[in-house]
């Protein structure tokens, strides 16, 4: 074996891979065990339902367009955080870190105090017919809030490892200013931005708790995925709630593998921009 | 060395001893969301109570929790000495994982209810929209906020309720029953996961006409709030909510807890448990202390669980698993 730079390299992998099956692969397992109560023809029957599809499918399109906006909005915030000076910004830049540090809970009760018809937002929104707290729009609201850091906090060292003299090159060399974001900034983001879209995503998918409140948890409506999942265990279907979970795992991990092969793909195409 | 070891041996014995001449017991009672107060009052006399008779002192912990959270946390082995739950489909979920015995009910007195409530309604100040009975509710505009009775214990009995008014009715059947709770759920524009979600949705969100609750936390609201925002409608019929407690065998065996686990039940059926239960807002079971209390307690027709369901594993099934009565429903769709 050639000589590495720093020894141990037997024993941290060893302890990584140990580490990694404790902690994620023995609960999967005992997921996967679990919802095998199920069989087969239990599985069909409990993805075929029509209140099944309807919540997965409002969990997975609500994160899908939540993880997008955080990913538009987000790099905005990081690139104002990074390039901008300005009276605050270190406050600015630690409030990002909130929806993070705040119970989901409190999170989920505060964006309903503020959306409710009654509420300090809901109340100029509904005279126009928009209405928030107990729509699928509130569900998408919530999801945007606690995906939101994950964006910005992937972004910043990236961006502030940019170097100036990159853009100015491009312009001296005749580049339109949407040259130099398209062609030159965003393939250098790329990766950093598709990794914060991932983890927005992940988390929004299986978001609950700030959910729940905002909701309205309305039947084939409003109703989240995981919902489903508590009300399995309410009536002690484990092997129920366990092959729900099992599904909403199987469609989060397609969407992450989606995401990393356009992440390879976005360095091939950072590579043949530089 | 030796000499060491022996003075350790000594010491520990000496601890020990003191311990057991001291003797703190202390009990784990797991319960459901809406009994704080009450039983953080209940613990305060049995334990000064507990002291008198025994000299020994009791420490009650308690676990709050949705009812069926509670459940599951038990059966996956939470330590509870005593549950105290609110309904017996719960308890009876424990009883199927074989730790305590499945005739659990019949070991206290009124199917092992100490007290109980009743479903009412709560509306707005001075009953804006003349709310006075089941039939109003589905009235064109009204709006009910009720908890998803698949989410929520207490939310089952609401549905109970409102299924029992509808079969009690003349021509009443099973078939009228469904028709009613099915337009019932159609005035229903949020459906919490539990009944303090709902209680907010509907004070402090404002959304609704009623709110469909259990007595206890309909008058505790009115109580907390204050400045009479809210009025308390009792409708002409309506059903016992009987929250059960069980002591939990195979756990007190365990933690030699059974003496004073018992006797920590036995308490909410004495007359200075059931005055708590009372001041409280629960409905006492002893005659004297609900004859004190009537002034708190309007009277109405009600009927139980099991005038009409049978028992809870039976309604359980017919009404709240997949597949049945309240996924037939459609609500929503």
């Known amino acids: ?274 | 060395m030796k000499k060491s070891i022996l003075v350790l041996l000594v010491a520990i014995g000496v601890l020990l001893t003191a311990a057991a001449a001291a003797k703190d017991v202390s009990l784990l009672n797991v319960s459901y969301d809406p009994t704080r107060e009450l039983y953080r009052q209940i613990n305060t006399a049995f334990a000064a109570q507990w002291k008198a008779q025994h000299g020994d002192s009791v420490t009650i912990q308690m676990s709050h929790g949705g009812s069926g959270k509670q459940a599951r946390s038990v059966v996956d082995g939470l330590p509870a000495d005593v549950v105290t739950l609110s309904l017996a489909y719960d308890i009876d979920a424990i009883a199927d994982r074989g730790l305590l015995a499945k005739d659990w009910q019949k070991k206290l007195p009124d199917n092992a209810t100490p007290y109980t409530s009743t479903i009412v309604f709560l509306v707005r100040k001075g009953n804006p929209k003349g709310i006075k009975d089941w039939g109003d509710l589905v009235r064109p505009g009204i709006q009910v906020v009720t908890p998803n009775p698949k989410s929520s214990g207490g939310a089952r009995w609401n549905f109970l309720a409102a299924w029992g008014y509808a079969l009690k009715q003349p021509g009443g059947s099973d078939a009228t029953a469904k028709a009613y709770v099915m337009e019932l759920f159609k005035h229903v524009p949020v459906l919490d996961t539990g009944a303090r979600g709902a209680t907010n949705t509907f004070v402090q969100r404002g959304i609704g006409d009623v709110l469909i609750a259990w007595e206890n936390e309909a008058l505790l609201a009115q109580r907390q709030l204050g400045n009479n925002a809210f009025e308390i409608v009792v409708p002409s019929i309506t059903i016992v909510a009987e929250p059960p407690v069980a002591v939990v065998d195979s756990n007190v065996d365990k933690h030699g807890t059974r003496a004073v686990a018992q006797a920590y039940v036995e308490f909410l059926y004495s007359p200075q448990g059931q005055e708590i239960a009372a001041k409280n807002f629960y409905r006492p079971r002893s005659p004297e202390l609900s004859a004190r209390y009537a002034s708190q307690f309007p009277v109405t027709h009600t009927f139980t669980l099991s005038d009409l369901f049978g028992d809870w594993r039976q309604a359980q099934a017919k009404f709240f698993n997949d597949g049945g009565v309240f996924d037939q429903l459609g609500v929503g769709s």
């Open chain 1, 1 to 274: 074996m050639r000589r590495r730079v720093l020894p141990g390299f037997g024993i941290s992998l060893g302890y990584a891979l140990a580490y990694l099956g404790l902690i994620v692969l023995l609960p999967l397992a005992a997921l996967a065990w679990k919802a095998s109560g199920i069989g087969v023809e239990g599985l069909l029957r409990l993805l075929s339902s029509p209140r099944t599809l309807a919540a997965l499918r409002l969990s997975v399109v609500g994160a899908v367009v939540a993880a997008l906006v955080n990913a538009v909005v987000g790099l905005l915030v990081g690139w104002v955080l990074v390039r901008y000076r300005f009276p605050g910004r270190r406050l600015f830049d630690a409030l990002v870190d909130l929806p993070f540090a705040l119970p989901t809970a409190v999170a989920g009760i505060a964006l309903t105090t503020l959306y409710a018809p009654n509420g300090w937002l809901g109340q100029w929104l509904e005279p126009l017919g928009i209405k928030v707290a107990y729509t699928p729009l509130g569900v998408f609201v919530a999801m945007v809030f606690v995906g939101f850091p994950f964006v910005v906090r992937t972004l910043q060292p990236v961006l502030s490892s940019l170097e100036r003299d990159v853009e100015e090159a491009a312009e001296s060399l005749g580049a339109q200013r949407w040259q130099t974001f398209f062609r030159v900034i965003l393939p250098m983001l790329a990766p950093a931005l598709l990794t914060g879209f991932a983890l927005a995503l992940a988390r929004a998918v299986g978001e609950y708790g700030s959910v729940i409140f905002i909701a309205g948890n309305i039947p084939m409506r409003s109703e989240i995925a995981p919902l489903l999942i508590v009300q399995k265990l309410e009536q002690f279907d484990y092997a129920g709630a366990a092959a729900l979970g099992v599904a909403m795992l199987t469609i989060s991990f397609v969407l992450l593998v989606l995401v990393s092969l356009l992440q390879r793909w976005s360095h091939r195409w950072q590579e043949r921009s530089l």
